[in-house]
T-cell receptor, first 117, second 113 residues
Framework: DAGVIQSPRHEVTEMGQEVTLRCKPI?????LFWYRQTMMRGLELLIY????????DSGMPEDRFSAKMPNASFSTLKIQPSEPRDSAVYFC???????????????FGPGTRLTVL | GENVEQHPSTLSVQEGDSAVIKCTYS??????FPWYKQELGKGPQLIID?????GEKKDQRIAVTLNKTAKHFSLHITETQPEDSAVYFC????????????FGAGTQVVVTP
């Protein structure tokens, strides 16, 4: 299995520009998570989807952030407009959740390192 | 909601010695406790996990213990090697959480030769 795929791996942009991060979860996984990691705040959960439906977006910092999951094999995280404080590593993770069952292994992608100048 | 605390934040050990990282959780409904290892420039990778129906699990040099009564769990690495140097995260989740994990703040482990 190819694992969770994220693109791009690195993104450098200027303040005010739109940034779109992409994620392809592991085939067969039905939940997808977007995280942000910084030295100051550690690993933060931004939003997660189950069966392509957003379940909890309370971690999304501002309206400038939006996420979509149009189908089971693709998700995007968009920042518009971007700001320097958005600079971080963004991870996508996926998991297969079982109705009424215990937690399954959550697999992380390699991350996208975003730098906003 | 769930809150996971992790200690210590940094840990320096001599090669060959043991390393122990401890986590506490607040939600008694939590029943799944994974540990992730993150190497520089990579995403976190699962190294071991434990479910609430067992008290201990071992995989070669790595072991995890769980005390449900005290709501704490620990990672033990024996015979540490330089390649064990990384950031380790503990996490907790419950059955009805859609797989959502609450992570600890992480422990930077440095193994010196």
């Amino acid at each position: 299995d190819a694992g969770v795929i994220q693109s791009p791996r690195h993104e450098v942009t200027e303040m005010g520009q739109e940034v779109t991060l992409r994620c392809k979860p592991i085939s067969g996984h039905n939940s997808l998570f977007w995280y942000r990691q910084t030295m100051m705040r550690g690993l933060e959960l931004l939003i997660y989807f189950n069966n392509n439906v957003p379940i909890d977006d309370s971690g999304m910092p501002e309206d400038r952030f939006s996420a979509k999951m149009p189908n089971a094999s693709f998700s995007t995280l968009k920042i518009q407009p971007s700001e320097p404080r958005d600079s971080a590593v963004y991870f996508c993770a996926s998991i297969r959740t079982k109705t009424g069952g215990l937690g399954d292994t959550q697999y992380f992608g390699p991350g996208t390192r975003l730098t906003v100048l | 909601g769930e809150n996971v605390e992790q200690h210590p934040s940094t840990l320096s050990v001599q090669e060959g010695d043991s390393a122990v990282i401890k986590c506490t959780y607040s939600d008694s409904a939590s029943n799944y406790f994974p540990w992730y290892k993150q190497e520089l420039g990579k995403g976190p990778q699962l190294i071991i996990d434990i479910r609430s129906n067992v008290g201990e699990k071992k995989d070669q040099r790595i072991a995890v213990t769980l005390n449900k009564t005290a709501k704490h769990f620990s990672l033990h690495i024996t015979e540490t090697q330089p390649e064990d140097s990384a950031v380790y995260f503990c996490a907790a989740s419950s059955t009805d959480s859609w797989g959502k994990l609450q992570f600890g703040a992480g422990t930077q482990v440095v193994v010196t030769p």
